[in-house]
């Protein structure tokens, strides 16, 4: 329904502007390419089809008298311009602090790493030395264990 909708308004919006440059060209047929348009004769000359109401539409202003339409209408784009602008630059600036904030963290992270690596480097260090020690004690311990049988054999002699 609403496509069937925007369908008709614009080809109402098409003839509207086709009915304007129309009454423009007879205009200018009639008075000379240099005739000055204004909204009376564009009335009288369109034989009552067109109205102040229509006349002054965004579309069909920007028509027949583009400095008023600049007037009205482009003020606007320029805010929407300038509205657009600032939203770019606040986004600008918010990408640039999380890009920030990612360089942060990635050095952050490249420091984490390397003393990760340290730790592990000291760990497997400390790893062997455990099992050396861990060596040394079951050979010490299977030595006093061969002077104890030694010694209670002794004493039982």
Known sequence: ???????????????????VQDVIEFIKLNEGDYAVLTLQ?????????????????????????????EYKYGKRRVFKD???DKNVKLIRKEVEGLEQKLN????KNSKLRTENEKLNDKYKGIKVMWEEERELNARLRGEILQLQSRLSARENE
């Open 104 to 107: 942060d963290a990635e050095s």
């Open 1 to 19: 329904m609403n496509e069937k909708l925007t369908e008709i308004q614009k080809q109402q919006r098409e003839e509207t502007v086709k009915k």
């Open 82 to 84: 300038y509205e657009y």
């Open 41 to 69: 004769k564009l009335i009288h000359y369109s034989g009552g089809q067109l109205y102040k109401s229509i006349l002054y539409k965004e579309h069909v202003l920007k028509i027949w008298n583009p400095k008023k339409w």
